[in-house]
């Protein structure tokens, strides 16, 4: 089945540590995302590629990086993780073609503990 | 800034009654609204949507109202199901931007 992958499912750094969490997808989906979500929060968007074309939130800190290396993959890397950090990653997919109306296909979620 | 709300963390009812999740957003650019499923250990699914044209949108036990004056959504399952229990997310998005709520947990007795 076409899907969303998102690997580790459950990630543990330490503080300070760089950690990068990894995201496939099978759709062949042009857009992909990456949320974060903290406990009972709303997800909140961190950046997403439109093929190869980054889009950076304005309230992402620089700390949070992403690389699309070709269409199938996409990567989180957080440079200096800190306590507050710690949170449910989602990585998303969208086979938007300019039209507003594309739902979200969503990966299980990294969830990320930082000690 | 929290663009979509959903203002009740929780909702519990009992198995064959109508279950409403309500949103509320504030953005009057989105034109599409979207409602997610969510199940423990699981990434979020698609549910049902609506498009800003349209004042409802009904699929099965699903409905999804939209009222654009009170910029205010609102998902309707009936009857509902002891399966329904899960975490239900809205969302609004106008391209490529798609805010979230906070999300309902919804819990249906058997």
């Known amino acids: 089945d076409a899907m969303v992958i998102q690997n580790p499912r459950y990630q543990v750094t330490q503080f300070g540590k760089p950690v990068t969490l990894s995201c496939s997808q099978t759709?062949?989906?042009?857009?992909m995302y990456w949320y974060q979500q903290k406990s009972s929060q709303a997800p909140k968007l961190l950046f997403h590629?439109?093929?190869?074309?980054?889009?950076n939130e304005a309230d992402t800190p620089d700390n949070f990086q992403s690389r699309r290396p070709n269409t199938s993959f996409c990567f989180l890397d957080i440079r200096s993780p800190g306590l507050g950090d710690a949170a449910m990653y989602l990585c998303?997919?969208?086979?938007?073609?300019?039209?507003?109306?594309?739902?979200?296909?969503f990966g299980s979620g990294t969830q990320l503990s930082v000690l | 800034d929290q663009q979509v709300k959903q203002n009740s963390p929780s909702l519990s009812v009992q198995e064959g009654r109508i279950s409403i999740l309500n949103c509320d957003y504030t953005?009057?650019?989105?034109?599409?609204f979207l409602w997610y499923k969510k199940y423990p250990a699981e990434g979020p699914t698609f549910l049902i949507s609506?498009?800003?044209?349209?004042d409802k949108n009904e699929d099965g036990r699903f409905t999804v109202f939209l009222n654009k004056s009170a910029k205010h959504l609102s998902l309707h399952i009936v009857p509902s199901q002891p399966g329904d229990s899960a975490v239900y997310f809205c969302?609004?998005?106008?391209?490529?931007?798609?805010?979230f709520g906070a999300g309902t947990r919804l819990t249906v007795k058997p």
């Open positions: 998303a997919t969208s086979s938007n073609q300019g039209a507003t109306n594309e739902k979200l296909f």
């Open positions: 759709l062949n989906h042009n857009v």
């Open positions: 590629y439109y093929d190869k074309d980054f889009n």
């Open positions: 953005n009057s650019m989105f034109d599409y």
């Open positions: 609506i498009s800003s044209i349209k």
């Open positions: 969302a609004a998005t106008h391209f490529n931007d798609m805010r």
